[in-house]
């Protein structure tokens, strides 16, 4: 991610889909973005799809889940000349791994946050790859992935002893490293049922996930990057996060602490005391469509931000959205009462 916050602009390249879901909630109608895409154009009395760079002005976007793709729509304010589309209306489909560029008027500081959060996410994520004889350790940085350890051990053949240090010099190294790295979340992964068992050691400490791959090397850390379970990993822990947080708004309901607040006008005047604590947001109140009502919740996002609050975005496929919308998609903990 690269940001001029002077001049309104931000490049970015979306790795995974909880990327572009971030993404899709920053866009705002009238902002400019700028991405390669195709196009009809006549060429010769012929209609032909070309590539070609352009720029439009977002009236409306939408995120396909599962499918890997944002689609942004509006008008068309800048394109080659030769091909005579500006003023026109185009979509971009935006995939991932695919750079994007983003103008606002102003970057609301919440966006900015959310961004930078979701990019730091990536990190307190360790990948763990072993098989009985050898392991790899890495962990996802903002520049790129970074290999910690590449060891080979002694194989056991049948001695369940040499199975055993093998077992613990795994595990010890996991654990230093996600000790090291904050990481909260370990991917195993490997060729064989040894995955299994360092599994098992680290499941209760940390969020374990297991996933097979071919080998517990270098190619087999390409072939896990490449896997579903990386984009389940992203979007299950920030779930999870809002989840955490309604738990405390229904225990503190429950004991009638005076310390939950909801309803626009509500949290908004909390925001402005500093009494916001956490704050969770339904995403359908940022829809791009919605310009008013999505002025009104950023309004609040941006007091809560301002006054050292979390904010918490909660997707329609979280166990947890209903609940929100019924207490009008807007709840807050507070840090003290309000009278």
Same mark, same amino acid.
């Given at each position: 991610?690269?940001?001029?916050?002077?001049?309104?602009?931000?490049?970015?390249?979306?790795?995974?889909?909880?990327?572009?879901?971030?993404?899709?909630?920053?866009?705002?109608?009238?902002?400019?973005?700028?991405?390669?895409?195709?196009?009809?154009?006549?060429?010769?009395?012929?209609?032909?799809?070309?590539?070609?760079?352009?720029?439009?002005?977002?009236?409306?976007?939408?995120?396909?889940?599962?499918?890997?793709?944002?689609?942004?729509?509006?008008?068309?304010?800048?394109?080659?000349?030769?091909?005579?589309?500006?003023?026109?209306?185009?979509?971009?489909?935006?995939? =991932?791994? @695919?750079?994007? *560029?983003?103008?606002?008027?102003?970057?609301?500081?919440? +966006?900015? &946050?959310?961004? !930078?959060?979701?990019?730091?996410?990536?990190?307190?994520?360790?990948?763990?790859?072993?098989?009985?004889?050898?392991?790899?350790?890495?962990?996802?940085?903002?520049?790129?992935?970074?290999?910690?350890?590449?060891?080979?051990?002694?194989?056991?053949?049948?001695?369940?002893?040499?199975?055993?240090?093998?077992?613990?010099?795994?595990?010890?190294?996991?654990?230093?490293?996600?000790?090291?790295?904050?990481?909260?979340?370990?991917?195993?992964?490997?060729?064989?049922?040894?995955?299994?068992?360092?599994?098992?050691?680290?499941?209760?400490?940390?969020?374990?996930?297991?996933?097979?791959?071919?080998?517990?090397?270098?190619?087999?850390?390409?072939? =896990?990057? @490449?896997?579903? *379970?990386?984009?389940?990993?992203?979007?299950?822990?920030? +779930?999870? &996060?809002?989840? !955490?947080?309604?738990?405390?708004?229904?225990?503190?309901?429950?004991?009638?602490?005076?310390?939950?607040?909801?309803?626009?006008?509500?949290?908004?005047?909390?925001?402005?005391?500093?009494?916001?604590?956490?704050?969770?947001?339904?995403?359908?109140?940022?829809?791009?469509?919605?310009?008013?009502?999505?002025?009104?919740?950023?309004?609040?996002?941006?007091?809560?931000?301002?006054?050292?609050?979390?904010?918490?975005?909660?997707?329609?496929?979280?166990?947890?959205?209903?609940?929100?919308?019924?207490?009008?998609?807007?709840?807050?903990?507070?840090?003290?009462?309000?009278?």
């Amino acid at each position: 991610m690269e940001l001029d916050e002077k001049r309104g602009i931000m490049k970015l390249v979306a790795e995974t889909e909880d990327d572009l879901w971030v993404l899709y909630l920053s866009l705002e109608k009238g902002d400019e973005v700028i991405a390669a895409t195709t196009r009809d154009v006549s060429i010769g009395g012929e209609s032909r799809r070309v590539p070609m760079v352009i720029s439009i002005r977002v009236e409306k976007a939408e995120f396909q889940q599962y499918t890997n793709r944002l689609r942004i729509h509006g008008v068309i304010l800048d394109a080659p000349e030769r091909f005579g589309v500006k003023g026109q209306y185009h979509t971009i489909n935006l995939d =991932l791994n @695919r750079e994007v *560029v983003i103008i606002k008027e102003k970057w609301p500081k919440y +966006i900015i &946050e959310r961004i !930078k959060r979701q990019a730091e996410r990536a990190r307190r994520v360790l990948l763990l790859l072993t098989d009985y004889d050898e392991y790899l350790i890495a962990v996802p940085m903002l520049q790129g992935l970074k290999i910690l350890v590449e060891a080979e051990m002694r194989p056991p053949n049948k001695e369940q002893s040499q199975v055993e240090e093998n077992l613990e010099m795994v595990v010890r190294d996991a654990t230093s490293f996600a000790s090291t790295y904050s990481s909260e979340v370990i991917v195993v992964a490997g060729p064989g049922n040894f995955k299994d068992l360092v599994a098992q050691r680290l499941r209760g400490k940390y969020s374990v996930y297991v996933e097979h791959v071919h080998s517990a090397t270098r190619n087999g850390l390409s072939e =896990l990057l @490449r896997r579903d *379970v990386m984009k389940l990993v992203m979007r299950d822990y920030e +779930i999870s &996060e809002g989840v !955490k947080v309604f738990e405390r708004v229904k225990d503190l309901i429950g004991r009638g602490s005076g310390l939950v607040t909801y309803g626009k006008s509500q949290v908004m005047e909390a925001a402005t005391l500093g009494a916001v604590s956490e704050l969770l947001v339904v995403e359908d109140l940022l829809a791009t469509e919605d310009v008013e009502g999505r002025k009104s919740a950023e309004k609040i996002m941006e007091e809560v931000e301002s006054k050292g609050g979390k904010i918490w975005i909660v997707p329609k496929d979280s166990p947890i959205y209903h609940q929100v919308r019924n207490l009008t998609g807007v709840v807050a903990t507070l840090r003290f009462q309000l009278n």
